[in-house]
């Protein structure tokens, strides 16, 4: 039985804690809801974005798309994350500044 939950989102989604860390995998995603307090987990938009990333897991396709929003909305809610060039940009700073 194939293991959806490693699926990669079309794009991986920045966190918004300014760690650098993405949510590449839908199983990253189930972790770092999971890793929530149970306060956070229990707020409308986390419970959204909880029930269609389990549709995505179910390898509903579509479902991948509404996931990814699901968990961009409930970690910066109206604010647009960072662009995938602003990442980009990031990423290469920071390999030239660390020699890496």
Same mark, same amino acid.
């Given at each position: ?10 794009? #991986? +989604? ?22 929530? #307090? ?43 994350? #960072?662009?995938?060039?602003?990442? +980009? ?12």
């Amino acid at each position: 039985m194939y293991d959806y939950w490693n699926n990669k989102f079309d794009w #991986p +989604i920045p966190l918004s804690d300014g760690s650098g860390r993405q949510l590449v995998t839908l199983r990253d995603a189930d972790n770092y809801i999971a890793s929530l #307090p149970e306060r956070d987990q229990n707020e409308p938009q986390w419970q959204l974005a909880k029930a269609d990333l389990l549709r995505a897991a179910a390898e509903i396709e579509a479902w991948h798309w509404f996931a990814r929003s699901r968990i961009v909305n409930a970690l910066y809610g109206v604010t647009e994350p #960072p662009t995938v060039k602003e990442t +980009i940009n990031c990423d290469v700073s920071l390999r030239l500044a660390f020699g890496l």
